[in-house]
């Protein structure tokens, strides 16, 4: 749309110039054309001292009718002495001018000179061909400038639709590859134009982007599994020893801890390599229907003496017949993490409610408590891996239960949130419908 | 018992077949799976403890050799990674049982009676006896000593398990895995409060006291005879 407007102006400045161009140019010939008449007549006058003027005039204005052309003879005062058009101020030069008879078009070019004897001739023409021409110019002009208008918007719409395909594809791609589906590429047309060069840079872009992912984790998954033979081999000897010691030798206590300290440590690669391998996908062979009502009844039931032994109160509300495609075992641990959570950050007396129910055709799950909550500037920062809101805290767990609930629920394609449950929190996890 | 353990890894080895030894156990070991096959098809073993990964035939192939054989020893697999899903094949390979390497001695311990137990033919049963403590499979109820108790569904499970391993110490993980099927550890406790719920329900007000808490290791239903 704005090329083609942006089109007609170009080409409206165009004729714009051209006709004025073109009318300047006709005027200056015509006023040539009447110069030359003029100094002929002059020339026949001066035999007789330009007194056979007034009759020249009138000679010619019989032969060639006051239509078209126009004399004007005045004495030094400005009386009038002949012609068909009144007395004026002396000019020199060309000139434009109203007709006499003005309801009539179109106008006069005129060239006036003071004569030797003091009296003002002047000669016009009207310009009834340049008018024609004119009218021709404009008619033409105005097709044209329709016609150009039509095919610059025609030919506008067929390439910005082009374009429009083409940029709406990218888009699509683009979609697409931030929903973590890190193999589509762009489509090519083979036309090899602007398009397909881009097209073709960005797929290489993805192309190095995946290989570095890929790398990097490959990276992360060598360095835990490198790290865990030596942490094996130590808790197996620690554990050895602890069986070897009489209970209440001194060395018991400093073993216990350091058992402790190396589980803790291994449980942290344990969870950042399972986050790994589901990020990477492996849930290979789970896109089965699961039936999330009965596993949230079942975990919920589970949780209840737990909860209750801890002075917190347990509810859930489960719609029945709901069911996602994943899997069980993944979205089991997702909902234990969360509700380790909600009883980890609540004090006794506290609510916990797990509710269930399928909105806008996809199933929806709530857990929320009645804790301590997730002040809401850190809401987006817990998900990642060690992130802790008080680092000072004595760290339980290994700070990833949360981002393992990202990865799971970045697999299913569903969708996680925080909210402030007034008090405490409120977790939404919504699945596809 | 007569144990076969094919490991590879000496030092792992050791620290197993010495622990099994001093519980009372016999031990066999191979540091391969050539190896390993070969000893087992001996038959003289009354349990395998397998590493998944050895050289010249890796652990999951070599049972896999064994049931094509029709060899039914129970197999308890060792591994030192666990991938999302290796329990699972590990487990349709034909072996019984899954540890992760680093693993509690006890844990093991555990795991090799309550596998040593199984008979060698799985019998149907219909009820399970403990003491005085009757559970019958079909109706999913509890007596003891003519009374009967009134369980929820998850604590009979727990029960179950803990009759067909009377006079073993179950672990807490076994217990999770077995009766929960988390193969994860929640961070809550609720094994623990399962497990005082269930007690209170079958053993107060009943002599002997049959469910045990072994510090540090897990539970065990002990019957004396």
Partial sequence: MLFAAFFCAAVLLLFGITYIYATKYATQGEIAEIEVEFARMIEEARISQYAALPDMIAKRLRERGSEHSFYLLQDRFGHKLAGNMAAMPPIEGGVRLNRPDKDKKPYVVASGHTLENGDFLLIGEDLVLLEEMDAVLIRSFGVSIAATVLIALVCGLLISRNVLRRVASVSATSRSIIAGDMSTRIPLRGVDDEFDHLAKSVNDMLERIEDLMQHTQQVANDIAHDLRTPLTRLRQRLDRARRRDPADGAHHEVLDRSIEEVDAILNTFTALLRIAQIQAGGTVSSTNPVDLSQLLESISEDFVPAARDGGRSMHARIAPHLTVNGDRELLTQMVVNLLDNAILHSTPGAQITVTAQQIAGAPQIVIADTGQGIPREERAKVFRPFYRIEPSRQAEGSGLGLSLVAAIVNQHRASIRLEDNLPGLRVVVAFPS | ?225
């Fill in chain 2, 1 to 225: 018992m007569r144990i076969l353990i094919v490991e590879d890894d000496g030092e792992t080895a050791e620290l197993i077949a010495s622990g099994l030894a001093e519980e009372g156990h016999e031990i066999e070991l191979a540091g391969d799976g050539l190896d390993g096959l070969a000893r087992a098809r001996r038959k003289t073993a009354d349990l395998l403890i397998i590493d998944r990964m050895l050289p010249n035939l890796d652990g999951l192939s070599l049972v896999a050799k064994l049931r094509a054989d029709r060899d039914e020893t129970p197999v308890l697999f060792l591994t030192a990674m666990s991938r999302l899903h290796d329990r699972v094949t590990g487990l349709e390979a034909g072996g019984d049982d899954y540890l992760v390497k680093p693993f509690e001695f006890a844990e093991l311990v555990a795991r090799v009676a309550a596998l040593g137990r199984r008979p060698r033919r799985m019998l149907v049963e219909t009820t399970l006896k403990a003491a005085d403590l009757e559970l019958d499979l079909l109706t999913r109820r509890v007596r003891r000593a003519g009374r009967e108790i009134l369980l929820q569904p998850r604590e009979f499970r727990i029960l179950e398990y803990l009759v067909r391993n009377q006079n073993n110490t179950v672990t807490r993980t076994m217990l999770l895995e077995n009766v929960w099927e988390y193969h994860f550890d929640p961070r809550t406790n609720i094994v623990e409060s399962h497990l005082s719920r269930l007690r209170t329900k079958v053993d107060k007000g009943f002599t002997p006291e049959l469910i045990h808490t072994i510090r540090g290791t897990g539970y065990c239903l002990r019957v004396h005879n």
